[in-house]
């Protein structure tokens, strides 16, 4: 194709969608093609000769696109052609007589992607060089770069290969084998493509090289070496000199030619395996251990362990802006997909994502801490809108749930992660001291705050009161304040989102919790002693379980009221769903419970299940907004602590009384007497408990009573008890999108590990991104059951766990097998709209971990 009918097609394709266009043609490479430019039904007013007589013929055609009794002139389309730059500041536009018909329709040429080099490059990608050449020497034309389609250097090398391009013909001769053996296979074509070798990038056999196998194998590593000495910001160690070195005026050649193997999805295989064997052949990671620094570029494996050793180094000394410009450059290296190198990074990044979050809120902290009220303590730490110290949290959170994620024995990255838990600590801990204090002096709960036992009666039940409501209530166990932050932002797509800090009540409990979640709970919550135990009363109303609270609710509410668990509607059929759901006007949504998780599954396992809830609760809600409903109010019994051990000290001896209840971080009781230099001894009525509990014991900092896991609550920090209360209103129903094209790929129709590098693409002519959730199954069958999701990668949403797929671009997206027993003869990938669970696109895999 010419790069006047790429242009031209261009062009057709967005006055079809848009109707009308406004070409902006600052350099006036296209003043020639506008003249004879020509679409059915399309009237081009040129701006050339008359701004004031173009607008007025501009706005008689759009009159006339405008006129309903006219079906001939309403159907035109409208073509403005500016030979000048569009403004880009607003005043700049406000100036331009045709800026408001860009805005109607649409502006092309402003960008970069829309001007005549880039234009030819996508014209006619094996030109690529040359088009680069000519722009650099000078101003080409249109009709020139036109040309360039119809001009063969190599007919012999176009027979063999479909191109003569030297960059694209390089490239396929190194990667794929098929390709390299058409050199061969017609004659004379290796004769023709020695000389253009030499020309562009400098490279001659060796004389020993008698035949093109031999020849090729000098080709891959001249070029891949080349790539490192020319990238080189050093003198290249003497060991090397005997290699054959290419001039610097080769550089932009070979440049391409890396590029073009690291790039393509069909030849990066090709290209790992190439630079692996050329790599061990020079021996490139010793002889280069002394060089004081590497080049940007990712032409070999070894230079990812360097770049790693480095970023770690960064960090020891504190150097968080070094190591984060590393790791920005580092995020789309070919070394961190292959190898399974990608979580290390990964972590990495994460750590000192974290270590930057953790200077900031210590440095914030310390200019005020000691001075601050408990009010404003809770504000810095939970501000409604904006950043606050609970990132500290969040950082947290993320970099633990990858190093949970990580397969690997995480030697060269072990100290990094256990230098971010005791920074956390040490940070964390210092802001607790200060907001226990306040807690003694001040009292609970918070003044200006709004208390968990006000949630229901503010917010859920006045929705109630109105006609047409349906209202989906969560009740999160263990959310803490920043993971309803996240939880906000990802629903931000779906309507107006508010997300306030609450004040539990304490003790920090399920039980006291949730019942502190039910109607007319304020002021009438209240922990009753029955049968040796203390449990939660409203009224004369027991509220120990589950089902004690749901039955309270099933009563005050009819048949208006169903509870559920977000498995049950994410298993369900959308439409099934709709008709269960039909009469429902308040659902109450309850998650499950990560202590028991905890002791089922392990404590690894729960704690990734703390970062995942999040995501799921988003997907239940798209599938609750899909059958119409219109209100979901999201909050808390409790938050956590989340640390990877106890530290060795922090387990207390418990002072003497009698308590009734004994938990790990609080007791409830009686105080009787003893030392007791760890915890904090409250009157409940200091504490807004109400009951029959005289005492409340807190332990001091994250200490505990018993040896535990490190997840636990029921204690006074701001993570334990500083909750969200997320609010959405809803848009209304969302519309289910038609099945978009969706392509997965995987270079075998087998694997062999529990991590599969899958190749993601989806196609789509409008620059619009989707998203999708991508697992593994043990089956086709609709009772399959996931055995593996999307791990983290760059296209990875960390709040929702989604993949961002941009239209018409391939990515690498890890699955990670979750299963340790996975016996099934087959897997099958399933690529799935988040909304409705449709299965959009499959890949079926053997099974052959065991091979």
Not at 61 to 70: A, G, K, S
Not at 157 to 168: Q, R, V
Request: net charge negative; glycine share 6%; aromatic share 8%.
């Amino acid at each position: 194709m010419s790069v006047s009918d790429f242009v031209r097609q261009q062009l057709h394709q967005r006055l079809e969608q848009h109707r009308i266009v406004v070409w902006y043609d600052s350099d006036r490479a296209f003043a020639d093609f506008i003249q004879s430019f020509q679409a059915d039904s399309c009237v081009v007013v040129s701006t050339v000769e008359s701004i004031l007589n173009s607008r007025r013929q501009a706005e008689a055609v759009y009159r006339q696109m405008n006129e309903p009794d006219d079906l001939a002139k309403a159907g035109l389309n409208l073509l403005i052609y500016v030979p000048r730059q569009r403004g880009i500041i607003e005043d700049e536009k406000r100036q331009d007589p045709f800026e408001v018909f860009a805005w109607a329709g649409v502006a092309f040429g402003d960008k970069e992607a829309e001007q005549l080099e880039s234009l030819a490059r996508q014209a006619i990608p094996e030109r690529t060089i040359e088009i680069t050449r000519l722009f650099a020497q000078g101003s080409p034309t249109l009709s020139m770069l036109d040309r360039l389609q119809f001009h063969h250097r190599s007919p012999l090398l176009l027979e063999a290969l479909g191109t003569d391009s030297p960059s694209e013909a390089i490239a396929l001769v190194l990667c794929l084998d098929e390709k390299s053996q058409r050199i061969d296979s017609v004659k004379g074509c290796l004769k023709e493509f020695l000389p253009l070798l030499a020309t562009e990038i400098g490279f001659k056999p060796l004389l020993k090289a008698k035949s093109w196998t031999e020849i090729r194998k000098q080709l891959g590593q001249y070029v891949l070496f080349n790539e490192f000495a020319l990238d080189l910001p050093c003198e290249l160690p003497q060991s090397f000199s005997a290699l054959p070195r290419a001039e610097a005026s080769h550089e932009l050649v070979i440049f391409a030619v890396c590029d073009r193997m690291r790039d393509s999805s069909d030849l990066r295989s090709g290209y790992v395996q190439l630079a692996v064997e050329v790599e061990n052949q020079l021996q490139l990671s010793n002889l280069t251990e002394n060089l004081a620094q590497l080049g940007t570029r990712d032409t070999f494996p070894f230079a990812e362990k360097r770049y790693l050793h480095q970023v770690l180094e960064y960090v020891q000394q504190n150097n968080l802006a070094d190591a984060q410009k590393i790791l920005t450059q580092r995020r789309h290296s070919i070394w961190n997909n292959h190898l399974e190198r990608g979580n290390i990074w990964m972590i990495v990044e994460r750590c000192v994502t974290f270590l930057a979050t953790s200077n900031t809120v210590e440095d914030l902290s310390k200019k005020s801490l000691q001075s601050m009220s408990l009010r404003q303590i809770i504000s810095a730490y939970a501000p409604p809108d904006r950043w606050g110290w609970a990132e500290l949290d969040r950082h947290q959170r993320l970099f633990e749930q990858g190093a949970t994620a990580y397969a690997g024995d995480g030697g060269e990255i072990e100290s990094l992660v256990e230098f971010c838990r005791r920074r956390y600590l040490e940070v964390a801990l210092a802001i607790q001291d200060r907001f226990l204090n306040c807690v003694q002096k001040e009292g609970w709960f918070p003044e200006g705050v709004l208390r968990q036992t006000q949630v229901f009666d503010q917010y859920v039940a006045p929705l109630l009161e109105q006609n047409n409501n349906k209202v989906a209530f969560f009740l999160a166990d263990s959310l803490r304040f920043e993971m309803g932050r996240d939880l906000a932002e990802a629903l931000e797509q779906l309507g107006e989102v508010e997300t306030l800090p609450v004040a539990s009540v304490l003790p920090t409990t399920t039980p006291c919790g949730m019942a502190a979640l039910m109607p007319n709970a304020d002021g009438t919550l209240r922990l009753v002693e029955s049968d040796g135990e203390l449990i939660p009363v409203l009224g004369e109303r027991k509220l120990e379980e589950s089902r004690h609270r749901m039955r309270l609710l099933q009563e005050k509410y009819g048949d208006r009221f169903k509870d559920i668990e977000p498995e049950d509607i994410l298993s369900k059929k959308v439409n099934a769903l709709g008709k269960q759901l039909a009469s429902v006007d308040l659902l109450v949504v309850r998650t499950k419970d990560p202590d028991r998780i905890a002791e089922s599954i392990g404590n690894m396992k729960a704690r990734k299940y703390l970062s995942d809830v999040v995501s799921e609760m988003v997907n239940t809600i798209r599938r609750l907004s899909t059958i119409g409903f219109t209100h979901f109010v999201i909050s808390a019994d409790h938050g956590h602590v989340l640390i990877d051990e106890i530290p060795l000290g922090d387990v207390i001896p418990k002072p003497g009384g009698e308590w009734l209840k004994t938990k790990r971080r609080s007791l409830l009781g009686q105080f009787i007497s003893g030392e007791s230099p760890n915890t904090v001894i409250f009157k409940t009525e200091q504490v807004g408990i109400q009951g029959d509990a005289q005492d409340l014991c807190v332990a001091k900092g994250f200490k505990v009573f018993q040896q535990v896991e490190g997840y636990f609550h029921e204690g006074i920090s701001l993570q334990e008890a500083i909750v969200p209360l997320v609010i959405l209103r809803s848009q209304g129903k969302i519309t289910t999108q038609s099945k978009p094209n969706i392509f997965l790929r995987y270079k075998f129709n087998y694997f062999t590990s529990k991590v599969i590098n899958l190749r993601v693409c989806y196609e789509y002519l409008l620059p619009e991104p989707i998203q999708v959730r991508i697992e593994a199954y043990d089956g086709s069958t609709i009772k399959a059951k996931r055995v593996g999701e999307a791990t983290d990668c760059d296209a990875r949403d960390e709040r929702t766990g989604e993949i961002i797929l941009q239209p018409n671009q391939e990515i690498s997206v890890p699955i990670l097998l979750e299963s340790d027993d996975i016996s099934c003869s087959k897997i099958e990938l399933r690529a799935i709209d988040p909304q409705t669970g449709v299965i959009w696109a499959k890949l079926e895999l053997e099974n052959r971990l065991l091979d």
